[in-house]
């Protein structure tokens, strides 16, 4: 389709619950990309795959986040032992590529809230 | 690391008045884009700039890149309701494939 798929648009987690983040990216679109959206509006970038490969993974807080592309299955996102500061709306993208021709296209977000 | 700035933070206009979005960077930009989030919803992609002093417009909107690719502006004609909502830039820097979001402007639009 020519939307990004994100599901579930809300998600309530007690503080130190699991949580998990889909994201079905364009069809043809190579790369995925996660950011997170704080109050105040701030993006913070989070992680990028080009189809199935981690592209740049420096925005990760490696301790408690992971996320994978896997063939035929949507993206994902997921925070082991959510913390009250997780709490944010989190943004999939994809894009056809890198280059200079090329925008993201954004999903409509899961908005994650720990209480 | 790359920053971009992003000023004003937010601007109240009545309907009709013009409205202007200023985007800075720490480092030259290969490219900056524009995108629009409406309240509750998610940022849509606007424009695309690429080259030094470049000028686009889209209907009331318009965009510039400038001379040195560091800095950019959105400037909306006459606004209407229809243009509330927070406006990001992003720009790429170098071989640095990364968008880095600025902090966006909240336009609201008093009718």
């Known amino acids: 389709g020519e939307e990004v798929a994100q599901t579930p648009k809300h998600l309530v987690r007690g503080e130190g619950q699991k949580a998990k983040l889909y994201c079905a990216p364009i069809k043809g679109h190579s790369y995925v990309f996660w950011y997170q959206q704080v109050l105040k509006n701030e993006f913070k970038f989070l992680i990028s795959?080009?189809?199935?490969?981690?592209?740049?993974e420096t925005g990760m807080p490696k301790e408690r986040f992971s996320a994978k592309c896997l063939p035929n299955s949507p993206c994902s996102l997921e925070i082991q032992a959510t913390k009250l500061e997780d709490s944010a709306v989190y943004f999939c993208a994809s894009s056809h590529g890198l280059g200079q021709d090329y925008g993201y296209t954004f999903g409509s977000g899961t908005r994650l809230t720990v209480v | 690391g790359q920053q971009v700035m992003q000023i004003p933070q937010y601007q109240h206009v009545q309907e009709g008045e013009d409205f202007t979005t200023y985007c800075n960077s720490s480092?030259?930009?290969?490219?900056i884009q524009w995108y629009k989030q409406r309240p509750g919803g998610h940022p849509v992609f606007l424009i695309q700039l690429v080259k030094s002093g470049e000028v686009k417009k889209q209907k009331r909107l318009t965009f510039q890149f400038g001379e040195a690719k560091k800095n950019s502006s959105l400037h909306i004609t006459a606004t209407q309701t229809t243009d509330v909502g927070t406006y990001f830039c992003a720009g790429r820097g170098g071989s640095n494939y990364k968008l880095t979001f600025g902090k966006g402007t909240l336009l609201t639009v008093n009718p």
């Open positions: 480092t030259t930009l290969s490219n």
């Open positions: 795959f080009q189809n199935e490969n981690v592209f740049d």
